[in-house]
């Protein structure tokens, strides 16, 4: 069993490219994350898998078969929409039995699965109830159930708790988390929320503008985020761009940081958050500007440096120590990295 | 994994199935074929085959000048009816009020109503000694009776009103029923007052269901006969009135041919229009919560349901009125001698034989129209065809007496050897529903979430699976109204009834008729105590398929 | 598909229902006869059964709309007809009739008893069987409440007094409309009659596109506001005849000039190609057969042109027609009559 296989998937519409040869794979049991902004092409690359859109160009593959042309109701494959999208003429039984009806499960056999989705989703009893009686939440769940029940040997989730409220969105996850643990077929889970995808993905895919720029588990991916682009969608928004002296340290605005190997001439340099601390003195490895701003966070406290035009955030503890506004201030960055373009 | 896929196949094999929803298209273009095509063509071979002063049309302004009028009149009353039909589908839409069912049923009637009995209708009503002008002219200080819009321009419009405003209402409402209220709601919170709300939020959101309301009133009007013949008189015609008159009594079919297919031209570019400026706007598929009355609310709905009442029930009810009343006080004996045949007259149609014919073929027109048309909205929607859809709608807009002579003229040789036959009835009655019908059920169909079909499919069901278990559901609602329109039309005898109607099975409107061709009070009564009898029964279809639509689609319509 | 169930099953059992009834395209097992008709035409259901015993036949008859529509439907169907004999070609269209060569020649021995003076052109082609006058008639009640006395020549209703009161049929649409048209020709010569016409469309007269609309909504008599409308001498009979309550006298009367007023002649024909022309020819006679002409007047409102024929009393007493009326030409009316109304529409409705 080899799971899912995309080889050079391709979307044109409308003049523009969509997406530019995608390829990636999804072994079973495993969750792989589409990460990436919105307009970047990861529900296209999801309805192309699903069968819902046929590819320019680029092959679809499954357990080593080829299924492009296939059309979307054979492929065995199941999605979750962001909106639920469920039958309102059908009651949650109805819906969640859907598939089962499909694919000709002997009536108790249906049943029994139904029950057993509906107790996994956290809806027991729900079966006669309307869909325009349930909750947003509710919702979702019967949409997780109903995709699901015919045992699918794919599943898709797109932007799954996107139209939820923060709180309800992070108990869903929570529960999502457990349950696509304990699937044993592959999931590919589309979002553009940064945290959801590190909770719930063992893999992260993060896409820019119609391409793949980034595979690697959530660890890997945040420890070497290598693109500005990645850095910057994780949330790692202190970039500066310096210049590498002949003995390997980058003088940048905020000052000197390195050593970085490489040649000399323009670099850019990621100032990691881990383990920055408020210094009374400038130096090497140390980010020296003017506090811009101080917001007090609680436990934490942002504090935002300008130098030369450039700026750069901390989250320092909060202290009596932390500079005022407009002051010159020091921080130490003891973990940098070197960027490509 | 390295198998390649040819670039331009699926392309191809994409194209092709993308096209293959038109195959349902075909039932409908058969019958437009047949009985369309066929006999426009017979006709208007026949027709410039022979001379008769085709040069008129270029040298006398005459048709012009009917052309320009009848394009005037079709607009305006369009658009006065738009303005009734607004405040109608917020009423219908937005609020629930007690005997609203039977109100929206009464409204309904006029549409099947021959055009010689709403003259006489609002002659009762408005006419210089009926109701209105009799009530006014007590009042000290008006001497004449001021009421005079009999045989103006008013009294086309007004009557295009009436006959229109309950289709243009319920499209509208329909339509109404589909947004959602939250974005009306946000904009509430953002200071939109109640008026601002309508006119930059609702309004523009309607945009579909107006275009599709206005545009059929509009194909009506431009085609409309009897209202211009009768209402209004000679001095306003009508490209539709002119044909009538140049094929029937000047007999110049040249230019009766010619005057038909300019209109045929103009109402096809109107079908086209209103076709490619609908957008698919997905709505909602839940049934939008009635909103409660407050006072100003309250108020201003007592104020358009009078209006509306007044101007659709006054008529009606005035004619009620006349049935019942006899040159010596009230009395039933209209009713009772409608079975009397008392001069023993050979065509004389019994009321009761009258009514189940009328209904007999109306349910027949519904079997052939419900199917073919809701094919055919399936089809042109999921191929995405508006011609192919426009093309379903042409016999809205071609004139019915040129058909009606097409059909006398081709439908006397085999395999179409249909002449003497009442399916011809039928078949003509089911070329006006099926454009109802399609459109309708298109317009419902669009606006369904495109997800649900997506989701069908990903949980295992094919196209056909997904239309039965999915989207036929769903689209009960709009089959239901469509089957009530398809009913109405029939029994309005829209379409080129009058020359191929047969003497075995009379219908309501002929049995009008024949009380009205001849002079005498009795006469008189017991036209209009048929006309009673033909409202009472399509008002009470009406009533009756709202309730079973109601039932069955239990308010997801 | 279950959910589809109760209405769609009830409209499918309806219709299989009424299929029977509706299937059948025409019997074609036995005789019969196709006549082809007008709106207003009528019989005594005994006599047409008598009729069909006789002659082991079954009648059908087939109204076709107004006269106007009646023989363009006779016309566009002549190479195939959908009848055998056809009645209610009048004298005002006879000649488009016989120019398109829609009849086949039959005389009817019947028709000695027809006078001379009625019989058209055309005569071995068409049979006259009943005729009728179209000229004004108005509302005793309502003229007596005005104060005006009912005009004695045409030329009076131009008068002032007369404003706005008369209402006539469009003569491009309606039968008593042109036939009156072609009355005032004569009336008036024609160099004189637009004249006429003018002058009334100065008065206020109301031109209305057929006689159910005038009769029905304008007459003063229905509620409308013109005492004087043009319709038939046979009317005021009626009016008695059906009158409710019932009364003793007619209601209005008629205005009867000499040449004010036009005699409509109908016929019938055997239709050429017909299929059953034996049986038509034999139909003919039937309608000019006394028993048949007798019951013609109550059921037409026309009177009989068989001398034999009697006539029902309230025709002698309320619309008796003694003065002379217009009297065209068959040649006249053939050539002129769509220059005519050409020339009426231009002076009274443009």
Not at chain 3, 228 to 248: C, G, H, N
Request: charged residues 20%; contains cysteine; hydrophobic residues 45%.
């Amino acid at each position: 069993m080899t799971g899912l296989s995309v080889r050079g998937a391709t979307f044109r519409a409308g003049g523009r490219e969509i997406l530019s040869d995608v390829s990636l794979d999804v072994v079973p049991g495993e969750t792989l994350a589409l990460l990436g902004p919105s307009g970047c092409g990861k529900t296209t690359l999801l309805r192309i898998i699903a069968g819902l859109e046929a590819p320019s160009a680029g092959v679809v593959a499954f357990d080593d078969r080829d299924v492009s042309n296939s059309p979307p109701h054979r492929r065995g494959f199941g999605m979750m929409f962001q909106d639920h999208a469920l039958f309102p003429h059908l009651d949650v039984g109805a819906n969640v039995e859907f598939g089962l009806k499909r694919a000709r499960w002997p009536e108790p056999r249906r049943r029994e699965r139904v029950q057993e989705l509906l107790d996994l989703v956290g809806l027991p009893g729900f079966e006669r109830r309307r869909i325009d009686r349930l909750s947003g939440g509710e919702r979702q769940r019967v949409a997780l159930a109903r995709a699901l029940a015919p045992e699918p040997r794919l599943l898709m989730l797109d932007e799954p708790l996107a139209s939820l409220d923060r709180s309800l969105r992070e108990r869903l996850a929570g529960e999502l988390r457990e349950i696509l643990g304990r699937l044993a077929i592959p999931a590919i889970y589309v979002t553009h929320d940064q945290a959801e995808a590190f909770a719930l993905a063992d893999r992260i895919a993060i896409m820019n503008s119609g391409r793949v720029t980034r595979v690697g588990r959530p660890s890997e991916v945040w420890e070497h985020p290598e693109t500005e682009f990645v850095a910057r969608f994780l949330g790692m928004g202190n970039v500066v761009s310096g210049e590498r002296e002949p003995d390997g340290w980058v003088r940048t605005a905020f000052g000197r940081f390195g050593p970085v190997a490489g040649p000399a001439g323009p670099a850019r340099l990621l100032l990691r958050p881990e383990g920055v601390t408020l210094v009374t003195a400038p130096g090497d490895g140390v980010a020296e500007g003017i506090a811009e701003a101080v917001a007090f966070g609680g436990e934490r406290t942002t504090v935002t440096l300008t130098a030369g035009g450039q700026r750069v955030e901390f989250s320092l503890p909060s202290s009596a120590e932390l500079p005022a506004r407009g002051e010159p201030a020091c921080v130490s960055v003891p973990q940098i990295q070197e960027l490509a373009q | 994994m390295d198998r390649s896929v040819d670039e331009k196949r699926p392309s191809l094999t994409a194209r092709a199935r993308e096209r293959r929803p038109l195959l349902l298209v075909v039932p409908a273009g058969l019958l437009l074929a047949a009985f369309l095509a066929y006999p426009l063509q017979g006709i208007l071979r026949e027709s410039f085959q022979r001379d008769g002063g085709i040069g008129l049309l270029v040298e006398d302004t005459y048709y012009l000048e009917r052309g320009w009028f009848t394009l005037w009149q079709a607009t305006v009353s369009a658009a006065l009816t738009l303005l009734l039909a607004v405040p109608l589908a917020w009423l219908l839409a937005c609020h629930a009020f007690p005997g609203k069912r039977t109100i929206e049923a009464v409204l309904m009637v006029p549409f099947v109503l021959p055009t010689i009995v709403v003259a006489v209708a609002f002659s009762a009503l408005v006419g210089p000694s009926g109701v209105a002008n009799d009530l006014l002219t007590r009042i000290p200080g008006i001497e004449e009776p001021p009421i005079r819009i009999l045989n103006t321009v008013w009294a086309i419009l007004l009557a295009h009103v009436f006959y229109n405003v309950a289709v243009a209402g319920r499209i509208i409402a329909t339509g109404w029923r589909g947004l959602d209220s939250r974005v009306e709601e946000s904009a509430a919170m953002l200071g939109a007052g109640p008026a601002a709300r309508f006119f930059l939020i609702t309004l523009p959101a309607l945009r579909n269901s107006l275009l599709a309301a206005a545009s059929l009133v509009f194909l009506f009007c431009f085609t409309s006969f009897g209202v211009v013949l009768i209402l209004g008189g000679p001095q306003f015609g009508t490209l539709e009135t002119e044909i009538y008159r140049e094929s029937l009594f000047l007999f110049r079919l040249p230019v009766a041919g010619a005057l038909a297919l300019a209109q045929l031209v103009v109402t096809f570019a109107a079908i086209v229009i209103n076709a490619r400026l609908q957008q698919a706007t997905p709505q909602r598929t839940e049934a939008r919560s009635t909103t409660p009355w407050d006072r100003k609310s309250a108020a201003l709905g007592a104020a358009i349901l009078a209006l509306l009442l007044l101007l659709t029930a006054a008529p009606m009810a005035a004619l009620v009125e006349r049935s019942f009343h006899g040159g010596d006080g009230y009395t039933l004996r209209y009713y009772t001698m409608l079975d009397d045949n008392v001069r023993g007259q050979a065509l004389f149609v019994a009321p009761i034989e009258a009514v189940r014919n009328s209904v007999v073929f109306a349910l027949a027109t519904v079997a052939v129209a419900l199917p073919v048309g809701t094919l055919a909205a399936i089809g042109s929607v999921r191929a995405r065809s508006t011609l192919a859809e426009a093309l379903v709608q042409l016999p809205l807009g071609v004139s019915s007496v040129t058909l009606g002579l097409g059909f006398l003229v081709t439908m006397d040789q085999p395999p179409l050897n249909l002449r003497e036959s009442p399916a011809l009835v039928v078949i003509a009655h089911s070329l006006i529903a099926v454009p109802f019908v399609t459109r309708t059920v298109s317009a419902r169909l669009r606006s369904l979430d495109p997800r649900l079909r997506d989701a069908a499919a990903m949980l295992g069901a094919g196209p056909a699976r997904t239309f039965f278990a999915v989207e036929a559901p769903l689209l009960k609602g709009a089959i239901g109204v469509a089957a009530v329109l398809s009913f109405a039309t029939s029994m309005g005898e829209f379409g080129a009834t009058l020359l191929i109607a047969r003497p075995e099975y009379p219908t309501i409107p002929v049995a009008i008729f024949r009380y009205l061709g001849q002079p005498g009070a009795l006469n008189y009564g017991q036209a209009l105590a048929m006309s009673t009898v033909l409202m009472a029964v399509t008002g009470s279809t009406f009533f009756l398929a709202e309730r079973l639509v109601r039932v069955r689609t239990g308010g997801v319509s | 598909m279950r959910r589809f169930s109760l209405p769609v099953i009830l409209l499918l059992i309806s219709c299989l229902a009424a299929l029977p009834a509706l299937a059948c395209g025409g019997d074609d097992g036995g005789d019969s006869l196709t006549v082809i008709t007008h709106d207003s035409f009528n019989l005594s259901e005994e006599l047409i059964k008598q009729f069909e015993s006789e002659n082991h036949v079954t009648v059908k008859l087939l109204p076709k709309g107004d006269a106007g529509s009646m023989l363009t439907a006779l016309i566009l169907t002549k190479r195939n007809p959908e009848g055998d004999v056809a009645f209610g070609v009048d004298n005002t269209l006879l000649s488009r009739a016989l120019d398109e060569g829609v009849f086949a020649a039959y005389t009817s021995p019947l028709t000695i008893k027809v006078p001379a003076d009625l019989r058209g052109e055309g005569s071995n082609l068409v049979t006259p069987i009943d005729y009728g006058y179209v000229n004004f008639n108005y509302d005793i009640e309502a003229l007596k409440k005005l104060n005006i006395e009912p005009p004695k020549k045409l030329e009076d209703l131009t008068d002032a007094k007369y404003r706005g009161l008369v209402v006539v049929e469009n003569p491009a649409s309606s039968s008593p409309g042109l036939a009156f048209l072609i009355a005032t020709v004569d009336y008036f010569g024609e160099s004189a009659y637009l004249n006429w016409w003018k002058a009334m469309r100065a008065n206020d007269m109301k031109v209305v596109d057929g006689w159910e609309t005038a009769y029905y909504t304008n007459f003063s008599l229905a509620g409308g506001s013109q005492p004087i409308v043009l319709s038939y001498a046979t009317s005021p009979a009626f009016e008695q005849l059906f009158a409710d309550p019932p009364r003793k006298d007619a209601p209005t009367a008629n205005i009867l000039v000499a040449k004010g007023v036009f005699r409509q002649v109908e016929y019938a024909g055997v239709l050429k190609g017909a299929k059953n022309e034996a049986l038509a020819r034999k139909f003919i006679d039937f309608l000019l057969s006394v028993p048949v002409q007798e019951d013609i007047p109550g059921q037409m409102a026309v009177y009989p042109v068989n001398q034999d024929a009697k006539v029902p009393e309230a025709f002698a007493a309320f619309s008796k027609v003694d003065v002379a009326p217009a009297s065209v030409s068959a040649e006249a009316i053939a050539a002129k009559r769509d220059s005519w109304i050409e020339a009426w529409t231009k002076s009274v409705l443009r």
